[in-house]
């Protein structure tokens, strides 16, 4: 039995130099892929909605009614339409500070979080500045606004103020 037990220098250990703590400014792999999901989502919207704002007039939704079978069809799309005339640019709008305040976080800023939160929350409620209030609705909508926001919460401590 060896009295003097020395480990290897090739085992790594907690005292070892080799474990050192990551670089402050390397950025998780949870905030790499909440940030890319987010410009990803972000991006898509923003082009609906400008695509929405540039392309679709009342001669396209005309066209569209009469390929329609069925009034019960041509009455919802008649909503959806109506839905998104009020509503389009208000979204491209929050989209775009959206892809900003995602940037700041990208950037360790907590600033950046906060504001994501805030347009998060207006986001939910921009339908209902045309529909009536749903409840059952609502608490569909912001199942992954909340899912994200507790993920980008989890890495508010990497973030700087």
């Not at 679709?56 to 390929?67: G, S, T």
């Not at 709008?93 to 504001?115: E, H, P, T």
Request: with cysteine; net charge neutral; aromatic share 14%.
């Amino acid at each position: 039995m060896p009295q003097n037990f020395i480990m290897s220098e090739s085992v790594p250990t907690f005292e070892s130099s080799q474990n050192t703590s990551p670089n402050m400014n390397e950025r998780p792999v949870l905030l790499k892929v909440l940030c890319i999901l987010s410009w990803v989502g972000s991006g898509i919207q923003i082009i609906v909605s400008t695509l929405y704002s540039l392309f679709i007039n009342e001669a396209v939704k005309q066209e569209m009614y009469n390929l329609l079978p069925k009034q019960e069809m041509v009455d919802m799309y008649k909503d959806i339409f109506n839905l998104m005339d009020k509503t389009s640019i208000w979204y491209l709008i929050l989209y775009l500070g959206n892809v900003a305040f995602v940037y700041m976080m990208w950037n360790f800023k907590k600033i950046g979080f906060y504001a994501y939160s805030l347009i998060q929350v207006l986001i939910l409620l921009v339908p209902y500045s045309v529909n009536p209030f749903d409840f059952n609705q609502l608490l569909i909508s912001s199942l992954f606004p909340i899912i994200f926001i507790i993920l980008y919460g989890m890495n508010l401590k990497h973030m700087k103020d």
